[in-house]
């Protein structure tokens, strides 16, 4: 329950911590606002204090620039009005006017799943209508608020007109959300100065409105501790011994899956499955009742009706297992059946999990790589876990560990970041999340990570505006708090499944972008021109190569050829009788100092415009390989062989993607995917994250 706070207790509260804003006086009667513009000596600004009403200026309850004889008439006049319209009007509040200036809004939220949330951008009466505010997670400091001004339109208009005063927005900004700021250290839940002028002078707030809880609440958001989540969790990550409660011999039944997949994949350590109706299954002794597990199982997996589920989860308890996962659907809520335990529960609404170190999966062994690797994925989706590890194994990743955790009852997806963090085996992680609820942890914790983390959303709608009381609550609701905390965070973003797999790929095979200059090379100017477009969407550039690079490329010249990065030289002039030149081009760029990453194309359907099928294969194959060899030092090299999409050329590509992937080399379908992947893993660096650049 919470309730709005009388506009004069919001500035004094506000003064004392350094809020810069305007002084004002509450006055219940036209004389007593007589009394106090009279006082000021200049003219005033008149506003109504009504419980009812959040928007003085749209309900007509503002009257600026009063002289200060006038003020008992306008104050009477004001005050009548609005009692016509039923308005339990409080009073009013006197203030000197301002001068008019830039108009900026500062503003404070405890928004759902998110905590503690600061606000700044364009203010205004329309501010709503403006689009050009940002949102940060509490506490900010210093950097977080510059950062917050130059995000903003109206923020570089300040930083170009009046650069003097940005440092008084951002103390403004650290007063309300700042680790000693109002937002942190009051029991407000929402706050709002709306405008804050801005002039060459001077930074005040002239108006402000705030809501107050009425019981204590507490203001941190408490991140999950890595080391503690890490020994909590690894008995279901990793576990050395698994129950599978509700095994069954029905081939059709998650139960039976669950065993076979156990025994199929080579699971290294204690199968048991729990069944009093079999004394076998797929060659493995049961164990007849929950009852009847040996104490402390590291993981049990229950596929069992959602009605049997709590109390099964009681009775594992009691035995001291110490994780479960849920498969099933439609179970009660899970955190209150082991309340008091130390057992703790995945899902429910799930499909299972993957991890090649303890030979586990969650699809069919026949298509779960055996290959140890070091990208952990964590997904709500268990559509998604599956898509990202068949496709994943494809294209030649090597994971960690695959889970799908469903509705997260229990364990949290901050817990399972906390986890990666800790985890050694893990070096880069992808969450699929479909809502909000544990957003603060979540960034927060990310944002204290050097594991570069990527989040693919769901449903990407922040599940702030607790009440629209303020702008600042009405704008929460607004996708931007998302993407806010995660850029805060250093947390990427994307938008489909291909993105995904693309930067997953990039961050197994390059690990880190340490520097902003893409050199791009292959056969096809438009391809090249279109590349460099893409590249400036990262804040790539294709840096110009030195002298000496020049005269290492300068024999492959050729008619129609350009040698400037982008390099474009038609295909027929990348090889003759003795070989290809790919691989001396490639070494020649790679080798340049000013190069950070190398974008290698090849145009498939160009080299069948001049051979036949079977030579054609050939010189692809030597074309290729010939770049994987290419001697480049650390720099970063992502390949593109960007097929015609027949048949030939499609299964030409497949049968080189494990050549790539052993290489070394990151492969990729189109020059604008592959430049994407490279401005994503540069994305990551700049923000501090990295993975280790290696094979599974």
Not at 57 to 69: F, H, Q, R, T
Not at 447 to 457: A, C, E, Q
Request: charged share 20%.
């Amino acid at each position: 329950m919470s309730h709005r706070l009388r506009e004069d207790v919001v500035r004094d509260l506000a003064i004392s911590y350094g809020v810069p804003a305007n002084a004002v006086t509450f006055a219940p009667s036209p004389d007593d606002a007589d009394e106090v513009a009279r006082q000021l000596g200049r003219p005033v600004a008149i506003k109504l204090v009504a419980d009812d009403v959040i928007h003085k200026s749209k309900a007509g309850g503002v009257l600026l620039g009063v002289e200060p004889g006038d003020v008992a008439l306008c104050t009477r006049t004001l005050l009548e009005s609005q009692r016509a319209k039923g308005i339990d009007v409080k009073g009013v509040t006197i203030e000197a006017m301002v001068d008019s200036g830039i108009e900026a809004v500062v503003g404070g939220l405890r928004a759902p799943g998110f905590g503690p949330v600061v606000m700044f951008g364009h203010g205004g009466v329309d501010v709503e209508t403006f689009d050009d505010v940002v949102f940060a997670l509490a506490p900010i400091d210093a950097d977080d608020a510059r950062t917050m001004v130059s995000s903003t339109r109206l923020g570089r208009v300040i930083e170009k007109r009046f650069s003097a005063r940005v440092d008084d927005v951002v103390d403004a900004l650290l007063a309300v959300g700042g680790a000693t700021g109002m937002l942190l250290n009051e029991q407000i839940t929402e706050v709002d100065f709306n405008p804050v002028v801005i002039t060459a002078d001077r930074v005040v707030a002239v108006d402000a409105r705030a809501t107050a809880l009425e019981a204590a609440d507490d203001h941190a958001v408490q991140v999950p501790d890595a080391a503690a989540v890490f020994e909590m969790l690894r008995p279901a990550i990793y576990p050395r011994s698994v129950a599978i409660v509700g095994a069954s011999a029905d081939e059709r039944k998650m139960g039976y899956r669950a065993v076979r997949s156990l025994v199929d994949f080579g699971y290294s350590g204690e199968i048991l499955p729990v069944s009093n109706k079999n004394e076998s299954l797929c060659g493995v002794a049961t164990v007849p009742t929950v009852d009847d597990l040996p104490d402390d199982v590291d993981r049990a997996v229950i596929a069992l009706p959602a009605a049997a589920v709590p109390a099964t989860l009681q009775a594992l308890a009691r035995r001291g297992t110490r994780t479960a996962h849920v498969y099933t659907a439609d179970t009660p809520p899970l955190a209150d059946v082991i309340v008091g335990s130390r057992l703790r529960v995945l899902g429910p609404n799930c499909i299972g999990h993957y991890t090649p170190y303890e030979k586990l999966t969650m699809i069919s062994p026949a298509a779960s790589s055996t290959q140890p690797g070091h990208l952990a994925v964590v997904s709500q989706s268990g559509t998604y876990a599956g898509d990202i590890l068949r496709r994943g194994t494809e294209l030649g990743l090597g994971f960690s560990f695959v889970s799908s955790v469903g509705n997260c009852d229990d364990v949290n997806p901050a817990e399972l970041l906390a986890f990666c963090q800790a985890d050694p085996r893990t070096e880069a992680v992808v969450f699929y999340l479909e809502d909000d609820r544990w957003a603060g942890q979540f960034f927060r914790l990310a944002r204290m990570m050097t594991k570069p983390v990527v989040l693919f959303k769901g449903g990407r709608t922040a599940a702030g505006g607790v009440a629209a009381a303020s702008h600042t609550g009405a704008l929460a609701s607004d996708p931007q708090l998302l993407a806010d905390a995660a850029r805060q965070a250093g947390v990427l973003l994307v938008e489909d499944l291909d993105r995904l797999l693309d930067v997953l790929t990039a961050l197994q095979f390059v690990g880190s972008v340490d520097g902003d200059n893409l050199a791009l090379l292959g056969s096809g100017g438009g391809v090249a021109v279109v590349g460099s477009d893409r590249a400036d969407r990262w804040a790539l550039r294709m840096a110009p190569f030195s002298t000496a690079t020049e005269e290492r490329l300068a024999p492959f010249h050729a008619p129609g050829s350009s040698l400037a990065n982008p390099i474009d030289i038609p295909i027929w002039s990348l090889f003759d009788d003795s070989g290809s030149y790919t691989g001396a081009i490639v070494s020649a760029v790679a080798d340049d100092s000013s190069i950070d990453a190398v974008c290698a194309f090849l145009d498939l359907g160009t080299v069948f415009d001049m051979k036949p099928v079977e030579p054609g294969n050939k010189l692809i194959w030597s074309l290729t390989q010939d770049i994987l060899a290419a001697r480049r030092g650390d720099t970063p090299l992502a390949l593109v062989l960007r097929s015609g999409f027949d048949a030939n050329q499609d299964d030409l590509v497949r049968q080189l993607r494990p050549v790539s992937a052993a290489a070394g080399v990151a492969l990729f379908d189109s020059v604008d995917r592959a430049i994407d992947a490279l401005g994503a893993v540069r994305w990551l660096t700049r923000h501090g994250k990295t993975a280790g650049s290696r094979q599974p």
